[in-house]
């Protein structure tokens, strides 16, 4: 049988091998395509996240940073904060203030005049039912609204004609710009016949009044936005932006490099900073982030009921040593729930950390002594608790292990319980169970310095069913501050009331400050028009702006 | 055959329901919940979690959450994803032809190679092949998927710039076959390496059993050629459990690779199924579940008839 084969076959395995490395030569050559020429550079913008955005409909869920440069670019809110911390008008003809006659004297109605040249971009007229259709959304029981924030003050919004909208409000609510500044306005000729706006086609087609329209999205990978025309406030300058993602950091700061991305929307890690911004055509940008990290005590648990024992705690804390040696210095110590860089912090603030002399004594002065085994007892209850945070969070383990340490040096014996995010930020922290938290939390309204939902003893949410002030933390003094606060229009007023605010809280210390979060982000040099603004979560928040030098 | 296949088909529909029961129980046993990632949001209250909750009926008892989405799939409806509203099936197709094609053509030249590279090893065991082919093996098995990953980054794609360092196009190249040769060289030599690594092993040792056989000494007794001895009477012998053990691997072409899918930002299932893990996507988790069952079944069910269809002392039987 071998031998009729041999005799026979005229392609032989010699030349079969031969073949197919000749085949598989040709197919390499062709693959190995040197880098294209970017001809279409002018005409887009590249920006890359490594997460993915999975929707669009700005009153539903959003994952803050990747969901905001759709909306952002597809969508208009009535205001904008712009980045020195001013709000400039966007949908609106002007910002409402009592100066510009707008709001009225007691702060509880609101003027709001709409441009009267902005269409959809389908090429409806967009008018004040669609504004009004938006807040009647965000109220609507069954929609899955991701926040009611300041809308469920509204007493009534009337349209008294196509282009003016008046907003009653139940009690004067000066963060009430915020509102609107964070909820990007839907169109009512579209969704107002949709059956269930949780499911509807129009969260990944959406269809807006911003700069770029939706043009395609390839799952997993990318969406391609392309310029609308009739922009009211002038068609963007590049034809097309395109929101790439690249899951994973480094390959995202490599494409970044090779110019396959143009703008790094995902901080970079720490440890490349220097080198980031010592690249050739690249610019990199530190800024101030909105959060800023805690160490959350729940007042709720007898260990930490007494305020001169959570302010022992907190002195305790190499805070600045954590910052330097864990975040390499780039975050910046700050001393109250505001970066140092906020209008409104308060800069007589002093840092006492970390004197651990002092922090055994206030623990002995308020009744902990050290037990037999080394760690302080008071009433049968030992200094001992948990502190969680994020599984996985190594910069964050690496402060839980320094406090740890800390502690250990004064009797107090901490025990780190991280979990996965969806199990920690769950009820075990909306419903108080937690002993204490590492945690990073922004503002509640915006980057308004109101901060009634956190520290109010009415928004306690284990005790009254509704707020975020999950360390069940209870003031009169603070809860009257911040009553007076949110009611105040002048700014200079609002500095001091806010600043007392955060005096009372270093003082008593339900949340202990670590330090302000910085983001370190590159881009290529020839863009022009990009304005970091730390009072913004979306870095896309003036795309329409943005072009090629 | 026919009457074979219709019982093992039979069999699944207990097997998923069964599948289906203990999925989802598990998933609601876990700790934590689709709402927790709204906490981390400031802006959002207890009050709008609550409201939330009820409308994704997270507010109904366990049993009855899984009544209502068994009743849903039996009329094939897959369900909408908590987190934008879409449907779960299409979800899950559009993320498909990617991995289907980054895993099918890895796990396809592995394989071959794979199959090849043990069949020489252990006909020329001890030689410097066999030893390279081992020693090289260890080496592809001792490194983490997500090193060779980033290395091939780093030195195809940002130093040499051969390849593209991730994603499945060039922008505005999609659809361009060329484009995607291009996009699937790194990927799919990262996600071979290690595949042709264990499966030389698993050949290799095949091969020796086989060949040790009495049978085997016959046939070169006979007087038959090496290449004859090998590829008439050993190879069938010792692909018998290797078709078995690619039954087993037939899940992996839709599970997807998670680490290189990441590293590659290569847009499949492996992503998906990450994404609606950290996101307890329950919708998203359950339907990528039963998928993936399926495709367990259907792998297995076709081992079985390859192995039949290769061993004739094997009968199916109804």
Redesign the interface.
């Known amino acids: 049988m071998g031998r009729s084969n041999k005799s026979g076959k005229t392609f032989t395995r010699r030349d079969f091998v031969k073949a197919t490395g000749a085949a598989a030569g040709a197919l390499t050559a062709a693959t190995i395509l040197p880098s294209r020429g970017n001809a279409a550079k002018a005409d887009r913008i590249i920006i890359g996240h490594s997460q993915e955005p999975v929707q669009y409909n700005p009153l539903l869920y959003v994952n803050r940073g990747t969901e905001n440069g759709p909306e952002s670019a597809m969508f208009d809110a009535l205001w904008d904060m712009n980045e020195k911390g001013q709000f400039v008008p966007n949908l609106a003809t002007e910002v409402p203030s009592i100066e510009n006659g707008r709001v009225s004297e007691d702060g509880k109605t609101w003027k709001i005049e709409l441009k009267r040249d902005v269409k959809w971009h389908d090429d409806q007229p967009f008018t004040a039912k669609d504004v009004a259709f938006t807040y009647e959304t965000i109220m609507d029981p069954k929609t899955a609204v991701r926040s009611r924030s300041g809308f469920d003050l509204i007493d009534g919004l009337k349209v008294v004609d196509d282009h003016n909208v008046e907003i009653v409000l139940k009690e004067p609510y000066t963060p009430f710009l915020w509102s609107w500044q964070e909820m990007h306005i839907v169109p009512m000729h579209i969704l107002k016949d949709e059956p269930d706006i949780n499911t509807s086609a129009f969260n990944s087609q959406p269809t807006g009044t911003g700069p770029f329209k939706f043009k395609s999205r390839t799952a997993g990978s990318h969406i391609v936005f392309e310029r609308f025309e009739d922009y009211h406030r002038g068609a963007a300058k590049v034809k097309s932006l395109i929101q790439k993602t690249v899951p994973d950091t480094m390959v995202l700061y490599g494409q970044v490099k090779t110019g396959e991305v143009d703008y790094m929307m995902t901080s970079l890690p720490y440890d490349r900073w220097d080198e980031a911004a010592a690249l050739p055509d690249r610019a990199f940008v530190e800024l101030p982030l909105p959060w800023v990290q805690f160490i959350y005590f729940n007042c709720g648990k007898p260990q930490f009921a007494d305020p001169k024992v959570r302010k022992a705690l907190y002195m305790a804390c190499e805070m600045q040593k954590s910052l330097d040696d864990i975040y390499l210095g780039r975050w910046k110590r700050t001393l109250s729930y505001l970066h140092t860089s906020h209008w409104a912090y308060n800069h007589d603030l002093k840092d006492e950390t970390p004197n651990i002399e002092l922090a055994a004594k206030m623990l002995d002065e308020a009744g902990w002594k050290v037990g037999a085994d080394g760690i302080r007892e008071k009433d049968g209850h030992k200094m001992k608790f948990t502190m969680s945070t994020t599984a996985g969070n190594t910069a964050r383990q690496g402060c839980q292990a320094l406090f740890q340490q800390n502690w250990k040096a004064i009797g107090v014996e901490m025990e780190i319980n991280n979990m996965p995010g969806s199990v920690v930020w769950g009820e075990y922290t909306t419903k108080s169970q937690f002993d204490t938290l590492l945690v990073a939390w922004a503002p509640i309204v915006g980057m308004d310095p109101d901060y009634t939902a956190r520290c109010h003893s009415q928004y306690i949410p284990a005790k009254h069913g509704q707020g975020s002030n999950y360390v069940q933390y209870e003031n009169a003094e603070v809860d009257a501050l911040l009553d007076k606060g949110a009611i105040t229009v002048d700014r200079a007023e609002r500095t001091k009331i806010y600043g007392e605010v955060q005096k009372i809280l270093l003082d008593e210390v339900p949340f202990a400050p670590q330090g302000g979060v910085f983001g370190g982000f590159v881009m290529d040099k020839g863009l022009t028009g990009v304005k970091p603004n730390q009072y913004v979560t979306d870095s896309t928040w003036n795309i329409q702006d943005w072009s090629w030098s | 055959m026919l009457q074979f296949i219709l019982k093992r088909l039979l069999y699944a529909i207990p097997l998923l329901i069964g599948v289906s029961i203990i999925g989802f129980a598990l998933m609601h046993l876990?700790?934590?919940?689709?709402?927790?990632?709204?906490?981390?949001?400031?802006?959002?209250?207890?009050?709008?979690?609550?409201?939330?909750k009820v409308?994704?009926g997270l507010d109904q008892p366990t049993y009855i959450q899984y009544m209502r989405w068994a009743g849903n799939m039996l009329v094939g409806d897959w369900g909408?994803?908590?987190?934008?509203?879409?449907?779960v099936l299409i979800?899950i197709l559009?993320?498909v032809p990617?991995t289907l094609l980054l895993a099918g053509l890895s796990l396809s030249i592995a394989i071959l190679l794979g199959t090849g590279i043990g069949m020489l090893g252990a006909v020329q065991r001890y030689s410097i092949f066999d030893y390279l082919a081992t020693t090289g093996a260890m080496f592809a098995l001792s490194f983490p998927t997500f090193w060779f990953g980033?290395m091939a980054?780093?030195v195809f794609?940002?130093e040499m710039?051969?390849?593209?360092?991730?994603?499945?196009?060039?922008?505005?190249e999609?659809g361009n076959v060329?484009d995607l040769?291009?996009h699937l060289?790194l990927p799919t030599v990262v996600l071979s390496l290690v595949i042709v690594a264990t499966w030389s092993r698993y050949s290799r040792s095949g091969f020796l059993e086989v060949i040790g056989q009495d049978y085997i000494r016959t046939a070169h007794a006979k007087g038959l050629?090496n290449?004859?001895v090998i590829t008439r009477h050993a190879f069938p012998n010792a692909a018998i459990p290797l078709i078995a053990l690619l039954g087993v691997q037939m899940p992996f072409l839709f599970s997807g690779a998670l680490v290189t899918e990441?590293?590659?930002?290569?847009?499949?299932m492996g992503?998906?199924f990450v994404?609606a893990l950290?996101?307890?996507e329950y919708p998203v988790l359950m339907g990528l579940m039963m998928f993936t069952a399926v495709f367990v079944i259907v792998g297995n069910l076709l081992a079985d008839i390859g192995v039949a269809m290769v061993d004739p002392r094997i009968r199916l039987e109804g």
Do not use: C
């Open positions: 876990a700790p934590g919940g689709p709402l927790g990632v709204y906490t981390l949001n400031p802006t959002v209250s207890v009050q709008d979690i609550e409201r939330i409308i994704y909408n994803t908590f987190f934008g509203g879409r449907p979800v559009e993320r990617a980033l980054i780093f794609a940002v710039r051969w390849f593209p360092s991730g994603g499945m196009f060039e922008l505005g999609e060329l040769l291009h060289v050629s290449r004859l990441t590293i590659f930002g290569w847009p499949g992503r998906l994404d950290t996101m307890k």
